[in-house]
């Protein structure tokens, strides 16, 4: 072993400034930290969000139902700022007890109810609406299988690989190499999936929702040239489908929300207030990423 490697003591202490630049929210703790309510608009959909890859899904889907038509789908969306503490206050707390974006909360029934979880909030939009998820088996059993395929990665990719090769106070080889072999492995199980169907369970659907967000992400540099540092030119058919779904209007318009470029989102003509057009062009508005 090297000389600065790490024993672990036999009994675990936090260490509040061992987080990088997360230090000043991560704790082992859960629960609400500040007690402040979440503001509250018109629509009987209120998502509380942030512009990351789990709340980009769920925006992408209102998006997405909006251009089927499906005008009962409007939707408030505000912004978590998640480096402020936003996840902690309890208003959102009770939302969702993990802290952690995107959560719903779903009025347009005769009872309001909380749904957390990018995958559940997909899930309850697709059932509610009857759209981007089959009724019936084998279908319904494959769009299903790689929605879980990608919750179950997703951390290997942000708190894995994002994490070591971006966040982490200090740079180390080994985790650095772990979750990159790791991370080109789900590449890999996406890239041969699409080489045999369009889309991950054939036609398009949530799962291609959730995994977009991730593998687009790092397909198009996220984290400072993930795409030349893992070689993601190689997965050609992922790549094929990532730009199919970034020309997409819904993934478009559901990329911008709770962005820099549009903090909040109330109604369609929010849209008209993003000063750079350009990010209205799906080339443009990847390369900027």
Aim: proline share 7%; charged share 25%; net charge negative.
């Amino acid at each position: 072993m090297a000389d600065d490697s790490y024993t672990p003591p036999r009994v675990w202490d936090f260490d509040p400034a061992n987080g990088g630049q997360f230090a000043g929210i991560n704790r082992p703790t859960a629960g609400a930290r500040e007690e402040r309510d979440l503001p509250v608009g018109e629509h009987g959909f209120q998502l509380y969000s942030l512009g990351t890859p789990n709340g980009v899904k769920v925006t992408i889907m209102f998006e997405e139902l909006l251009e089927a038509g499906f005008a009962e789908a409007e939707y408030d969306a505000w912004p978590i700022k998640i480096f402020e503490g936003d996840q902690f206050t309890s208003g959102f707390v009770e939302l969702n007890p993990n802290s952690k974006i995107p959560a719903l909360l779903d009025r347009t029934g005769p009872q309001a109810f909380r749904v957390f979880e990018s995958g559940a909030i997909l899930v309850h939009l697709a059932e509610k609406f009857d759209f981007l998820l089959p009724r019936e088996n084998p279908a319904r059993a494959e769009v299903l299988s790689w929605l879980m395929w990608q919750m179950g990665s997703a951390p290997f990719i942000g708190g894995g690989f994002g994490h070591f090769y971006v966040y982490a106070p200090e740079r180390y080889k080994y985790p650095i190499d772990r979750y990159a072999m790791e991370t080109k492995r789900l590449f890999s199980v996406a890239d041969q999936q699409l080489a045999k169907t369009e889309y991950l369970a054939g036609d398009y659907s949530i799962a291609d929702i959730a995994a977009y967000t991730w593998l687009g992400n790092l397909y198009h540099g996220a984290y400072k040239g993930s795409d030349v540092f893992l070689s993601l030119h190689e997965y050609e058919h992922v790549g094929r489908w990532v730009k199919a779904i970034d020309a997409r209007p819904g993934a478009i318009r559901g990329r911008l929300v709770n962005s820099p470029a549009m903090r909040e989102r109330h109604s369609p003509a929010d849209f008209d207030t993003v000063e750079d057009r350009s990010l209205f062009d799906p080339v443009r508005q990847r390369a900027d990423v």
